[in-house]
């Protein structure tokens, strides 16, 4: 009887380990890749959903990563930064004509080989951000939050064009 409840108890212990790797594996995709990684795939000029209008990440190795979104004429609309504060990536948009000129964070909340995701539960729309790479040369953009209390999703396609 004895050498049975030892087999029993060496059993629940192997158990608990399985059981602790798989969840580990089931955890958040988040960190499962350096971000600066997917951040890297968005350097480059990529017109916005077939308009007259670009996403523009410059070339750099680390942080932090600065573009701009402007219209085919060249006006500025938007600039946009990801860099590292502390141990957190943030987003920053400043969109000139919309929160009174103020800059708005975004929290990386996940980061995996085929998406980034950004947060900030504080702003209105958007509050979310999430670049999706299709391939080397597609990434659509995931953008949702609320305008007078209703959701609101757009994706919008990006193509490169440099």
Not at 50 to 59: G, I, K, M
Request: glycine residues 6%.
């Amino acid at each position: 009887m004895k050498l049975f409840s030892q087999i029993l108890s060496l059993k629940s212990g192997v158990l608990f380990f399985a059981l602790i790797a798989f969840c580990a594996s089931c955890a958040s995709d988040y960190n499962t890749v350096d971000p600066k990684l997917n951040i890297q795939k968005m350097m480059g000029k990529w017109r916005v959903n077939n308009a007259e209008e670009f996403e523009e990440w410059y070339p750099s190795d680390g942080y932090p990563f600065k573009g701009a979104v402007y219209s085919g004429e060249g006006a500025k609309k938007e600039t946009i930064t990801i860099e590292k504060v502390g141990t957190e990536i943030i987003y920053k948009a400043k969109v000139f004509d919309q929160n009174g000129g103020k800059t708005i964070g975004f929290k990386m909340i996940n980061c995996n080989e085929n998406e980034i995701t950004f947060q900030n539960k504080e702003h209105d729309f958007p509050n979310t951000i999430s670049y999706r790479f299709k391939n080397t040369n597609n990434i659509e953009a995931l953008v949702s939050g609320a305008r007078d209390q209703q959701p609101i999703e757009m994706t919008l396609k990006f193509e490169r064009v440099q």
